[in-house]
């Protein structure tokens, strides 16, 4: 009885063995190509790693798209994971995460061939939200958006037209919550109207029209509120 469960554990080792390998070599077959680069703090090629602030790992898949993993050259820590649509790693793609030196989260995005889409969010080192934005495929925002400081005051909130149009309203604050800018966005998201600007004392400094886009005349203002004349 011995020999023979022996020779039982033996082939069950084997299959075990073949197993594993079967899966290995499934899970390498769907990557065509891979490629690892050197990159300085603009994101640009370098030539030897010694240099580089950042190593980039990418994998291009039967389809063509490249999953990227780039690491900070220094500390060897995932700084981004994301998709391209092109060899030259310019076209987005796909869900994007970066991350600070410390690990956490610096933002949580999607882009549609380099046009932002879905939901955006954006943290600061230590965690905190600090932008969360809606994009539809165009790249146009919709929806609500917002913005707070490291605080958790919110220093933008804005609205646009749900069918993604562009048309909106956008207003930023102040740490107190006055105003500092606020303002109107056409189809195409273009600035349009009156957009008023305000100096921390709450006194309008500048007030700029629009229209569709294009500024057709601007007023100034000194903090206590009298118009300056050919100056800004």
Not at 56 to 72: C, I, L, N, P, V
Request: with cysteine; proline share 1%.
């Amino acid at each position: 009885m011995r020999p023979l469960c022996t020779l039982f554990m033996l082939v069950k080792k084997i299959s075990a063995l073949l197993l594993s390998l079967f899966f290995c070599i499934s899970a390498n077959g769907q990557y065509v190509d891979s490629v690892e680069q050197f990159l300085d703090e603009s994101n640009k090629l370098v030539v030897k790693k010694g240099s580089a602030s950042y190593v980039r790992r990418a994998y291009k898949s039967r389809e063509g798209q490249w999953e990227s993993f780039t690491y900070y050259a220094v500390i060897n820590t995932l700084a981004e994971h994301g998709y391209y649509l092109d060899d030259s790693f310019k076209i987005k793609d796909g869900q994007f995460q970066t991350f600070y030196a410390n690990g956490k989260p610096d933002a949580d995005v999607s882009y549609y061939k380099n046009n932002k889409v879905g939901l955006w969010r954006i943290y600061s080192r230590n965690g905190r939200l600090m932008d969360s934005s809606r994009y539809k495929s165009t790249g146009m925002p919709f929806h609500k958006g917002y913005s707070w400081d490291e605080d958790g005051k919110l220093v933008r909130y804005a609205e646009f037209d749900m069918n993604g149009s562009g048309a909106g309203y956008e207003t930023f604050y102040n740490e107190d919550g006055t105003v500092i800018l606020r303002g109107k966005y056409v189809a195409g998201f273009l600035k349009d109207s009156i957009w008023s600007y305000h100096h921390i004392n709450g006194n309008l400094s500048l007030v700029e029209t629009y229209d569709s886009g294009k500024l057709i005349a601007f007023e100034c203002f000194d903090t206590a509120g009298n118009k300056q004349v050919g100056k800004c």
